[in-house]
Structure formats: structure tokens, C-alpha cells
């Protein structure tokens, strides 16, 4: 059965098919076997994600005397990293005011930092271990559309000068220098960065998997751990006892006893158009690749794929009661509607654009919007993880900060201000889901009333403070 869409039926996916556009174009693959009785090991990773895989292969790269084991409920790349934008940004969620709090007035720049230097270390990676991803490096672009979403970029573009000084990348382009690389309707001008690229997520997934295997990290697929507990991670009817044990589970962190409200399990849905025809692009232009936002509270994220798609994704239905992650079904067909509609608002050429595909996933937020490598030296638990949507990319620094810690070295990396830093808790439900709903349905009230009066609003800031961003 083919995915289908209408603006009456939710999307449709053949139960046989992948969780997303992107494993469906990778080549199918057995099974890795599942882990059978007990079995020892140095390192013991849960989660086969980018933060699990990328720590698998740098741990055996940089001491391949130590047994490293990933242990996967599914398959690899079954979560967030198999489903993302493909966004592979050289910055980190949470504002300079949070940073500030984990780890004093230099914290935002360090942070930038270390992330700017990921970018060039996931693509050497990229490049010795030949992994063919689609990786692009064409930066990244937030436009307007409107005279009050162009005031509130100004204003970010003062905000990140004040906070990080010469080390600030934004760049104002105006609207006829945004017109050179792609038309968007009503575009009045954007904020470019180079520190971005694009890929195909579920490629890099796949091939890092390959690499930490060749490096000598043994992958059990089709494993979910039940417990963990210092010294072993329990699965059912098999485990591994290791000195460290990693949880890299990111949004379904929140499904293991006694770590329900550590992170905040937020979905995130996309749709993929069919490959758009010479004739479109040529009207676009985009040849840039860079990848592009919506200037909107509640803003979309999208990227042009390597064989002439748009790839657009944003919020749909935020956040499930109970932070339940396990809605693998059919995207809500208003969810659809809701990225096609703004698709179409930013290219109205693709009106009747065929959608190829949609689906949806879950990536974990922490209470201050900031990520978390957390290694206890004591018990050898650790965790990492909390990216807020940005983890592509940052998961490769935490996995670095990762092996560090638990290698017993003292570098830049294990002085960076996540470390250690773990916030407090989500508040208990019904609280979590109130508020979680109460800040999307603030910012889409924002985005409404700026477009009714063309006048920015304070109910924004309120969803801010309800978010604890
Ligand atoms: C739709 C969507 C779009 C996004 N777009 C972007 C983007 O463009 N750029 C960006 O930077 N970030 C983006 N993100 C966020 C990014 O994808 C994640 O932050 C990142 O992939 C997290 O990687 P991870 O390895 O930590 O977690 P995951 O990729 O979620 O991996 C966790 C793994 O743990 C496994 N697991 C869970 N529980 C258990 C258990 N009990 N036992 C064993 N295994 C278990 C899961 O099956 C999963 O494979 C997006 C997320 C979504 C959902």
C-alpha cells in the first residue's frame, strides 16, 4: 500500500514501511542480532541514535582496547536521529541566560564555540570513514515575511552581537540579497549563518553505525533495557554488566523507571514533496542548499534534499499526555494540512505540490532547554542528551564530552559548562501537559495576532516564561 494524504483522512503508512521518509530510501539491511544471556563489557550505551553511536566510535577510536556495547530497542536511527530536518547546525538550544546559569558569564560563548568546531569534525568523520549522506554545507537562513517578524531578527541579530561580540556569525541579508538565493513569498530579508549544513539523516545514522562496528562496538538491534542500575543495564531476559553504563535515549529517557520527568518528550512532524521539476527550482533558486526557517513563533523548519525535494517540518500536535512516546501511527491529517499550508505560504508555486510522505518523532527537551552530558563518576551511570531539536550536530559534541569522562580525561571539552549541570525536573501532570500546550497555543495566538495587526505582541514572552526557555 501506498502513503497517501487528503485533507479528510489522516496519512496513511503501510505498517511494513519505515518510521520516516528518510529510512525508506536506505537500502533494506538485516536485523543486527539482539543481545542473548549476560554478556560483559567496558561501556555499555543505550540508545542507538547519533549521542549513542557517535560515543560507541569515539571511545573504540580513541582506546580500542575497551569493549564498547550499544544496546537498541529497534533498529538504528529508529528515533529522532533517523527522522529528522537534517539540519546539521554549528549551535546548541537554550538561551545565553540559561547557559549563564549552568555555567557563569562565559558559558554562551564556550558552548558557541565548541559548537562551531563540531561542524568540521562530523565532516572529517564524514569524509574518512565515506559516508555518503548528501552532506551540504550552504548555512542557514532565517527569513521574514513580514515588517514585524524582520524586527524581531534585528533584534536577535543585537542580542547574539551583545552576547557573543566577535564571535557572532548572524549576518542581516537584505531582501533583494535573499531574492539571489531563494524567493520567498514576501520575503523582506533574513539572518544568514555559514555555520550550518544539510544532510540525509538516516544515511549518516546508518553509516556511523557501520564505522563504530568497524572500529570494534558491537550493535544488538531489537534490545529494549528495562532498568538500569550501577554496573548493568537489564534487558528482558539478557544484560550487560560494564563499569559505565550511557543512557542516550534523548526523548524516551522519559519511559525508564524513576527518569519519567528528567527530559520532555516534544513531537516534532515533516512532510517531503516529490521531487520538484527543473522548471520550479529554476523559479526558486535555492542552489545554495542552505537550510531554511520561517521567521514565526511557531516556525517551520526546512531543507532542499539531494534529489530535488523540500523537507519541511514543524510542530503539529507538541506533546502527548503522560510524555507517552509511542505514537508510531499515522500523522493527523491537520498536521499534514497545517505544513503543506505553510509551505505553500512560502512558496506559493507549490500549491498543488505532491506530498511524498509524512511522519513524525520525539526529541527530548530538558527543563532549561539546554542539553546535559552527565557521566556519575561513583556509580559509572551517565546520560546525554536534551537537545531541544538541535541535536544533530550536538550530539557529536556530547558524545566527544561523553568519551572524555568516561576515559578519565580532563579536557576542554569535560570543562564545557553541560557537564555535570543536569536541571531540575518537568513538574508532575496534569501540569506538564497544561503547560507544554499552553506555550504552543501562546505562540500560534502570537503568530495570529501579529499577522491580524502587523504588530509584535507580549503573549510570546508569556509562553517563554511558562517554557523556562
Ligand atoms: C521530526 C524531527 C526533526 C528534527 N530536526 C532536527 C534538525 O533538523 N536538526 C537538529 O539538530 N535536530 C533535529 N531534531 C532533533 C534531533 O534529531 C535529535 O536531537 C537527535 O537525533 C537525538 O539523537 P539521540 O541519539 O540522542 O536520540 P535518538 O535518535 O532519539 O535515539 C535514541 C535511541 O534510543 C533507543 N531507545 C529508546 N529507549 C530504549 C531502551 N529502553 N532500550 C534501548 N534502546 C532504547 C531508541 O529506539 C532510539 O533509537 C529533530 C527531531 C525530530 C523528531
Not at 559509572?380 to 557529536?396: K, P, Q, R
Amino acid at each position: 500500500m501506498r502513503p497517501r494524504a487528503s485533507d479528510s483522512l489522516e496519512w496513511h503508512v503501510d505498517p511494513a514501511m519505515t518510521p520516516s521518509f528518510w529510512l525508506d530510501q536506505l537500502e533494506p539491511q538485516p536485523r543486527r542480532p539482539a543481545l542473548d544471556g549476560v554478556r560483559e563489557a567496558d561501556v555499555c550505551i543505550v540508545g542507538g541514535g547519533f549521542t549513542g553511536l557517535w560515543l560507541a566510535y569515539e571511545l573504540r577510536r580513541s582506546d580500542p582496547a575497551r569493549e564498547v556495547v550499544v544496546l537498541e530497542a529497534e533498529r538504528v536511527g529508529f528515533g529522532a536521529s533517523g527522522r529528522n530536518g537534517g539540519w546539521v547546525q554549528g549551535e546548541v538550544s537554550g538561551s545565553a541566560k540559561a547557559w549563564r546559569r549552568r555555567g557563569g558569564p562565559g558559558a554562551p560563548l564556550a558552548m558557541e564555540r565548541a559548537m562551531r568546531e563540531t561542524l568540521p569534525n562530523i565532516s572529517e568523520a564524514i569524509e574518512r570513514e565515506r559516508i555518503e549522506c548528501d552532506w551540504r554545507h550552504g548555512g542557514s537562513l532565517i527569513v521574514a515575511q513580514s515588517q514585524t517578524q524582520l524586527a524581531r531578527l534585528r533584534d536577535e541579530l543585537r542580542h547574539e552581537r551583545e552576547v557573543l561580540g566577535e564571535a557572532a556569525s548572524w549576518q542581516f541579508v537584505s531582501e533583494a540579497d535573499l531574492r539571489q538565493r531563494v524567493v520567498v513569498r514576501d520575503g523582506l530579508g533574513a539572518l544568514f549563518t555559514p555555520h550550518c549544513a544539510r544532510v540525509q539523516p538516516a544515511r549518516l545514522v546508518a553509516g556511523l553505525a557501520a564505522a563504530a562496528q568497524r572500529a570494534g562496538a558491537v550493535i544488538h538491534e531489537g534490545t529494549r533495557v528495562v532498568g538500569v542500575e550501577p554496573g548493568i543495564a537489564r534487558a528482558v531476559g539478557a544484560s550487560v554488566r560494564a563499569r559505565h553504563v550511557i543512557l542516550a535515549t534523548e526523548a524516551y529517557t522519559a519511559n525508564l523507571p524513576g527518569r519519567h520527568r528528567m527530559v520532555l518528550p516534544m513531537n516534532s512532524s515533516m512532510i517531503v514533496t516529490e521531487p520538484l521539476p527543473d522548471p520550479v527550482w529554476a523559479e526558486l533558486g535555492w542552489s545554495g542548499a542552505e537550510t531554511l526557517l520561517d521567521g514565526s513563533y511557531l516556525y517551520t523548519y526546512s531543507q532542499r534534499t539531494a534529489d530535488g525535494r523540500i523537507a519541511i517540518g514543524g510542530r503539529g500536535v507538541p506533546y502527548r499526555f503522560g510524555s507517552r512516546t509511542d505514537r508510531e501511527g499515522p500523522v493527523p491529517a491537520q498536521t499534514v494540512a497545517q505544513l503543506r499550508d505553510r509551505l505553500r505560504s512560502l512558496f506559493p508555486q507549490l500549491a498543488q505540490a505532491p506530498v511524498a510522505r509524512a511522519w513524525h518523532g520525539v526529541l527530548g527537551v530538558s527543563r532549561d532547554w539546554c542539553p546535559t552530558v552527565a557521566l556519575d563518576a561513583s556509580t559509572g551511570l551517565g546520560f546525554a542528551g536534551g537537545y531541544a531539536g538541535e541535536g544533530v550536530a550536538a550530539a557529536n559534541l556530547a558524545a566527544r564530552t561523553m568519551a572524555d569522562l568516561v576515559l578519565g580525561r580532563d579536557t576542554e571539552l569535560t570543562r564545557l559548562p553541560w557537564v555535570d549541570t543536569m536541571p531540575r525536573n518537568w513538574e508532575p501532570e496534569p501540569l506538564r501537559f497544561i503547560g507544554a500546550h499552553s506555550v504552543f497555543r501562546l505562540y500560534g495566538a502570537a503568530d495570529r495576532r501579529e499577522e491580524r495587526t502587523g504588530h509584535a505582541t507580549r503573549l510570546a514572552s508569556v509562553a517563554g516564561l511558562i517554557a523556562g526557555r
